[in-house]
């Protein structure tokens, strides 16, 4: 889960510049000693200026290299630290819940109405331990190598009205919440991995949307590249934010004042398998309009004519075909 970077660098690094150092001192005790210092027409002298300028210069930059690493591994250390904050939370709501509602069903005689509204609630509880389960095993696996697998042709837009019913049902909201316009697209992809995707971009937008919640979905074709936008109406990420986001444990703000629950994971899943893919997922500009919207571009599919199916669809003879296929 944590990053897994070699020791190698940083400790060859360290010895380096330790050995850089002492030769340093070690040629200006001797320069010294022997008064080569005297003569600035020595030979000797600007051989070793020039030789002591190169091993100054050397270490100059594996000190900056150094401090570059130790900033990243504060931040690392800092994303780490949220990252135990929201899961332990995340883990401790829903075992407390499951614990009151079996504690009272077997410390009281509870009606039937009650059994069975304190059973939906525990069920609730379960589900979602199992998503922050399956959330924490998705970026553990996404590190394994995929060669093996043979990528097929995905029906992209089919794939997104899954993902889209499936959010809503887990948020209970209707599903016209997420409007869809979308085009008939194929993909090369692992259907897993194009599920885990589009599942945790619609997961977000709904969880941070405004109130109603309103999320809007467009897939168009361009250059032989599907580009899917998906906007909402919530408070929006800070422009500084744009690119971080997509990090290991990144979340906007302070973990303990947030409200809504997360890992800082899902961002960081679908920033590493859309570049899997060959594709690429940025965060949009919105000037002074409310909400957020992710753009994700990936190639389409070469072994499939999408301008054939677009102009199937647009006909209506052959709408009875097309809607078999893409299965609506």
Known sequence: MFERRSLRFPITLGVTLIIVIVALIVGWVLLTITGALQSTQSQIYWTLLTVGSLLFLIVLVGVVMYLSL??????????????IDSVTH??????????LYLQTMSLRDVSEEQRVKFQKFMMEDVERL???ISHLLDAGNIEKSRSQIQAGNVDLDELIRGCSETV????RVDESTITLDLKSCHVAA??????????????????????????HVTLRIERQTAIVEISDN???IPKDSHRKVFG???????????????????LYIVRTLVKRLGGNVRVLDRDKRQGTVF??????????????????????????PIDEKIGT
């Open 70 to 83: 130790s900033i990243k591994a504060i931040n690392l250390t800092r994303r780490q630290s949220n990252f």
């Open 90 to 99: 995340e883990l401790k709501s829903p075992i407390a819940s499951l614990k």
């Open 130 to 132: 199992d998503g922050l």
């Open 168 to 171: 809503c049902a887990r948020y």
């Open 190 to 215: 692992t259907r897993v991995d194009a599920v885990m995707i589009f599942r945790n971009l619609l997961d977000n937008a709904v969880k941070y949307a405004g109130s109603p919640p309103q999320v």
């Open 234 to 236: 919530g408070e929006g």
């Open 248 to 266: 290991r444990f990144v979340r906007v703000g302070e973990e303990l004042q947030r409200k809504k629950p997360g890992t800082g994971l899902g």
């Open 295 to 320: 753009e994700v571009r990936i190639p389409v599919s070469k072994s499939v004519d999408h301008e054939t199916v677009e102009a199937d669809v647009q006909d209506p003879a052959n709408s009875a």
